[in-house]
């Protein structure tokens, strides 16, 4: 049976039909998420979630950034941050800090009703002095990857795809479907 990517945002559907070719199944749900830092127990509680609605193979996306000068905070409330203080609001709070490093971190889970399969990948990088870019979303319009000029707002879809924290992990979750037979 075809895994189903349950999200309900099209942002991370998009991203995620572009980065596996489209081999997965793609249902729009809403999940109750806990509050939680821990990128990994969020993961786990939306998975069983899913899975008692589907019954079947689910795959879960959740991403964050951890930001140095704030010791790792947000991670896994990304969302909620981003929700009440906006990509501007959070560049504006580290104005008065030195260190704008940070890191983004995708996690997808693969779960099947006995086991959770976690697939991660990262980026290092730093957050822009103020939103920079129309593209992408969530905190694409902030964050430079190292090594990179530009944030993931100011990329191309295939440049971002190609190095985002979200790619990787899709790529080591496809690799894994791929080598265990069932895509």
């Known amino acids: 049976m075809k895994a189903v990517f349950v999200t309900s945002n099209k942002f991370k559907v ?17 999940l109750d998420e806990i509050q939680e830092v821990n990128i990994r127990k969020v993961l786990a509680h939306k998975a069983l979630q899913a899975y008692d609605r589907i019954g079947g ?20 409330l990304t969302k909620w941050m981003l929700a009440s203080m906006g990509c501007e ?32 990948g990262t980026n290092d990088g730093r957050i822009s002095d103020m939103p920079r870019g129309r593209k992408g979303f969530g905190f ?4 430079i ?10 990329m191309g879809a295939a440049e971002k795809n190609r190095i985002s924290h979200r790619g990787i992990a899709f790529r080591k979750l496809m690799k894994y479907l791929l080598s265990d037979g069932t895509v």
């Open 14 to 30: 998009n991203e995620a039909k572009r980065i596996t070719g489209n081999l997965l199944r793609y249902r729009k749900m809403e």
């Open 140 to 143: 694409d319009s902030i964050f």
């Open 145 to 154: 990857p190292d090594k990179c000029g530009k944030t993931f707002s100011e």
């Open 57 to 76: 193979r689910v795959v879960i996306e959740d991403t964050g950034i951890y930001i140095n000068a704030f010791g790792g905070f947000p991670g896994a």
């Open 89 to 120: 609001g959070i560049c504006t709070a580290l104005n008065g800090f030195e260190d704008r490093k940070a890191y983004a971190e995708s996690c997808v889970a693969l779960y099947d009703g006995k086991r959770l399969r976690v697939f991660c």
